[in-house]
Every structure is written in structure tokens, then in C-alpha cells.
């Protein structure tokens, strides 16, 4: 009786082992996966916003300029920006325990702790990289905070 408990936990144990493999796999593709936002309706000074999730437990956000993906990484300021999946319904993304609402190969949805709720879709390019050079010089990013005395 002992024994047949011990392999049912067992067996369970490796089924849960192996469905976040799958949930990372979802997410990252086993490399790169790029997930645009959908919902909310996030515009960076009319910039469409996408994430790309790395297999190495990393991502970083993207903007798209002229069809193609540009990070604004700001050299002063340190974020983390890693991601762990903690089972098939939580995840953890950099440092916030993340509700796993919807994964499937084309859809990405998840919700945060103060309810608010991201949509992620596939991006149809999984082809191109993100680029850290934004080719428009006068272009300021939302984040720029300006202080006078």
C-alpha cells in the first residue's frame, strides 16, 4: 500500500516537472519567442510594445519603429529583467509572482497582483532581433524624466 502511494507521488511529481518544461518551452520556444502587447493598448509616443522572452530565463522589452524591434535601455538605471516559471500556473518575472492566465503557442496572458492583466499574441516575426541603436536621434523615450531647480 506504501509502496503504491510512494509511485503515485512520484509519478506526479515528474508529470509536474515535465509541464513546466513545456510552459518554459511555450514562452521562450527553447531560444527566443517575441510576444506583442495587445492589451492593454500600450503606446510609446505611438510605438507599438512587444516582450522577448530568452530561454535563459532573461527578456527585454521592445519598441517597434518602421516594422523593426529597438530596446531603450537606459545605461543609468539596473533592472532586472529574468523570468522563471514556477509551475503551469504562476511565473515569476523579475522579482513579481505572475498569474498565468492563458498559454498556448500563439497566446500569452497573465496578470499581476494588483489585478491589472497583459495579452501577449505572437509576433509574426520570430525571425529579426532587437536592436539597442534607435536610428531616430531626436526621439526621446517615455521614461526620460526631466528635473529643474
Given amino acids: 500500500m506504501k509502496k503504491g502511494i510512494v509511485c503515485c ?3 506526479i511529481g515528474l508529470l509536474a516537472c515535465d509541464n513546466q518544461k513545456k510552459q518554459e518551452k511555450l514562452i521562450s ?13 500600450i503606446q510609446n509616443r505611438g510605438l507599438p510594445r512587444g516582450y522577448c ?3 535563459n530565463g532573461t527578456y527585454q ?5 518602421k516594422n523593426k524591434r529597438y ?13 522563471k516559471c514556477l509551475n503551469d500556473s504562476f511565473l515569476i518575472l523579475s522579482k513579481e509572482k505572475v498569474r498565468i492566465l492563458k498559454l498556448t503557442k500563439d497566446t500569452f496572458n ?9 495579452k501577449f ?12 541603436h534607435f536610428p ?14
Avoid at 522589452?61 to 519603429?65: E, P
Avoid at 530596446?71 to 523570468?83: A, H, K, P, R
Fill in 136 to 149: 531616430y536621434k531626436d526621439f526621446i523615450s517615455g521614461d526620460t524624466i526631466h528635473i529643474s531647480r
Fill in 61 to 65: 522589452r521592445f519598441d517597434y519603429y
Fill in 121 to 132: 499574441v505572437r509576433s509574426e516575426n520570430q525571425k529579426d532581433s532587437v536592436s539597442r
Fill in 71 to 83: 530596446s531603450f535601455e537606459i545605461n543609468d538605471i539596473v533592472y532586472d529583467w529574468t523570468w
Fill in 29 to 41: 520556444n527553447n531560444n527566443i519567442k517575441y510576444w506583442n502587447i495587445v492589451y492593454p493598448p
Fill in 110 to 118: 497573465i496578470q499581476f497582483k494588483d489585478k491589472s492583466i497583459i
Fill in 53 to 55: 522572452f530568452h530561454k
Fill in 9 to 11: 507521488i512520484l509519478i
